[in-house]
């Protein structure tokens, strides 16, 4: 009986982590996160936008906001780093996490969604900070990523 009970619990808790890795932010959860990041200067821009990342986000999706001023020149404001895996987001040049009290509340919605405890949230800041965002950067596309010219 013990065996069994050891065998019941080991599966159930693996099977809860392997559940809770698998499932990672979506390309629109990721951005509206970033929209949520954004601070009044950058909302009051005349219309800002966002860029979203050329190819789906392996660690972290970069974002980079940007609006068109009175000359019709696009500049970017503030580029954004989500991590897919804690819904962290952050200034990837200073690698500061972001926050407003709209990120906060659809952090909270998304993670509760997706199970993620305040204790992965934790470990990932502290290791973003110990590599500089390294590890949420995804490496630059090879060729077997791209598709070949028509």
């Known amino acids: 009986m013990r065996v069994f009970l050891l065998f019941v619990v ?6 809860d982590s392997a559940l ?18 954004l ?9 800002p936008y966002l860029e979203h990342p050329p190819l789906p986000p392996k660690n ?15 500049r970017r404001v503030l580029p954004l780093l989500v991590d897919i895996d804690t819904a962290e987001v952050w200034n990837p ?14 952090q909270q919605v998304i993670r509760r969604a997706l199970h993620i405890d305040g204790q992965e949230v934790i470990r990932a ?3 973003a900070k ?21």
């Open 10 to 15: 080991l599966v159930a808790t693996t099977t």
């Open 20 to 37: 809770a890795g698998e499932r990672r932010l979506t390309v629109p959860e990721a951005e509206r996160l970033a929209r949520a990041a």
């Open 39 to 47: 601070n009044g200067e950058a909302k009051n821009l005349p219309n």
């Open 60 to 74: 972290g999706a970069m974002f980079h906001v940007l609006w068109k001023d009175s000359t019709s020149d696009t």
């Open 93 to 106: 040049n200073a690698c500061e996490p972001l926050s407003t009290p709209s990120l906060q509340e659809a």
């Open 125 to 127: 800041r502290d290791l």
């Open 130 to 150: 110990q590599n500089g965002c390294a590890n949420l950067v995804d490496p630059r596309p090879t060729r077997s990523d791209l598709s070949p010219a028509p």
